[in-house]
């Protein structure tokens, strides 16, 4: 069994950016939501709407605004950024295992002219190629498979099953979730007008991942034709977004799951991008924008701000008139403007 | 080879639940639709479209309906669900092979304290945590990764090459496919105002897979923040969907490829969800909704029905003269307006 | 270090369909795009809009038409496809690294009666199933695992962690990338009216593809319920496409990133299909049909030409008054009729 966690909240106050009001020997086992906490557990309201289980929580102790901090009786730990210390909380809770340690499995299979500190752990049947280069305290999990020539940054993370292609650079404190392939070939072909069959554009860029970015279960993300794919630093990516060869992700950004971007698109820094969100090639999104989800991004953004496509959910027996109509609106306005 | 397989009507109707009508020592040897089936094959009618194919098919038994019986001269099967009894008869017809046996591979590499019974069988290059608890007839694809803490049920079969992170559950008779991943964290980062960074939530919770689940190829399900994400009984997901963490799918709801559902979304029972569609984080869909493919679920349904968004495909110059009044339509309805 | 590739003029002209003028001993040791390309570096002039960089670019030599030949003063290769010659040229330029040879690693696992030419390539932790047929020069990347009976033609290459289920057959000259899943079962189940549950239809066809298809990262291709899924000589699927059982793709038909198509839809030949889109069951589309991003294909296509559905993006708050005319449309209409 995994080693039981607890601090006082003392000791979590300490490791926070926060200010403790109450029992600093209070001993925390857990987290949880203010209806669900019990005696023990910490809590957080960051949403106000949540406001409302706040006076009636069991929490043995809440992570509060100084502007909501007198709503409640019991411990608290006060900042301007609730949410922000509680994730810096649970980062204390992660289960650590004694048997955890930094080793090599004998089962690894690694190449020539290999780079790996004595501090980097490796677990079974992982494949490495030729000339990799790990820095400290990388960890890579079971069954995966990594290219020549490839080096990874200190603090780094991959989850089993990872592929990561010939070359590919990733930097430091990157977690990579399962199934993830970096470095995959663009999809790059020539129309042959004699056969009209296609004729590859081999890729012949790689991928370049910053520091701090994390890459959710299934992504994939394609080298660059000629030059590379980029994923800036603080970037965070959710599962199964494709990112297409030449792409470029600003700092900070962050996109949910099942987005996909087509070649040569740029994006800013500090985007949100929603879920299932199409972003068609060769556009540049600037700083700070904000897609919603299954929007489909048809051209060059240069203002921050939000934007939409798509239409609201409706019953299927009203979207269907709707729908027809939307199919002659054209011809409407004509006659309308007659 | 795998072995030829082959069973009298007779054989077919007892493990089914039909009545047959015709010769119970016929052999039939083989599936195959009306238009395509020959003697010694057997095929259904299910949907009144296909009626036109049943007289002139060459099928050596059809199943049909007490309605449909009279319409076709050869040997049939008679129930109430044609498409049922089908269903029934394909497992018949799964080929065994002979050299399926309940063995574990020599090169498995397995953690310590784990429960594992006789009757499992578990294939070349799998790798298996500590703690983890199979119960009879698991089986397990080559090049799986196990994780710590994870308990599958009697009779689950998981294909080549899936991932199940630390700590989940998953029930009996669960048919998962290659390239799942169920565990990963889930997309949480709360916003550091002032580095305009991402602080990492961890992700503390599981996942929990019920009973007689299917999960497509390259699925991916996220363990919960705090709480478990949840996958109900009887579930059905087809390829390639993404499962936010928190969210909740209830009994028998079937989802087609390609959908997304963001985080804390809880979904009714027997709902029936098409490919591609995406579903807004924390709102909740009533038992016994239909969504059809491609829609975006904007907002909770509390109604059972049919429900819809996008519009209807067009020619891409017409589509793109009416795409263009959608974006003057607020506008333009004001104008009617005075 | 790979080997340093460089090429005289004379000789990439002599492997490409085109003409040379200037000199047939200058050295190429790299390609890169007009603005960036230096001495020794060979580019290429295919789209209007890049026409402005022509003059001023350094390139050591350029790809031109007969049409453009005359705008720039260095070394040129004159073709009437300069894309389609830049490809072939890509080719040469692809990395060859002297420890890439023809062996069958020791860690390979092999089930009985296989056919493994001696010009084969099997790397590390490949698992490979009874009575599997490659042809020659076949190349089997790390922890791929292969099923019983699955045939592999000559030249194709598998990357890593690729799983091809029992019974597929993959035409020569394949390129599969990375978690591709080839066979898995399609998601066909009937209802059980009497528990509310459903049935399994176990999938007996399998998976034919034909040859010269590219399949990128992530994609997973259902085997046929009753027959086969289909995809044609030529075809190229890029990265995360969901292809469903009885699915035909006709030839050379190239499909972006993210697609979904539906249970026995029926592709023609030389489609393009852009990404996102999603195509619903049981429908044909012609030849040479073309279909935008992120459109939904809700009937069947007969006609070649372009087709879409959907908005077109405008900012969050402009599109929310127009999505909410959209669903008061019909009414409208019928008002405005009146």
Redesign the interface.
Known sequence: ??KKISYTLGDICQQTDSVLIGDEDYLIHG???LQ?AMKGELSFLSNASYQKYLKSSHAGAVILTPDTQDLFDGNKLVT??P??V???V??L???V?P?EQRVI?S?V?M??HCHIPDCVSI???V?IG??VHFEENVTI???C?IG??VTIGHDSIL???V?I??KVTIGSSA?I???V?IG??G???????NT?????????GSVHIGH?V?I???T?I?RGA??NTIIGN?V?L???I?I?HNVEVGE?T?I???T?I?GSAVIGK?CTIA??V?I?GHITISDDV?I????????SIDTP??????????????????????????K??RK?QK
Chains 1, 2, 3 share one sequence.
């Open positions: 069994m995994a987290l949880n939501t669900e301007e950024q949410y922000y509680f994730a810096q649970t980062r809770f992660v289960p295992f048997e499995h089962s299979i190449g020539d677990a079974a049947n494949v030729n000339r999990g079971a069954g498979v020549d020539d989850y089993p099953n592929t292609y010939n977690i979730h399962s199934q392939v995959s070939d999809f790059g072909f020539a129309p042959n007008t009209k069959g296609w004729q590859k554009v081999h890729q012949l701090d994390e959710g279960a299934g994939t394609d000629i030059n603080g965070k959710d599962n199964q494709q297409a900070n962050a949910a799951g099942a996909a087509a500090r879920g299932a199409g068609i904000h919603t989800a299954m929007t489909l991004v048809t051209k701000g939000s934007y939409s496509s798509g239409t609201a959910m409706n019953t299927t027996s009203e979207w269907r008139k709707n729908a027809a109509c939307f199919n002659r609106l054209s409407q306005f309308i």
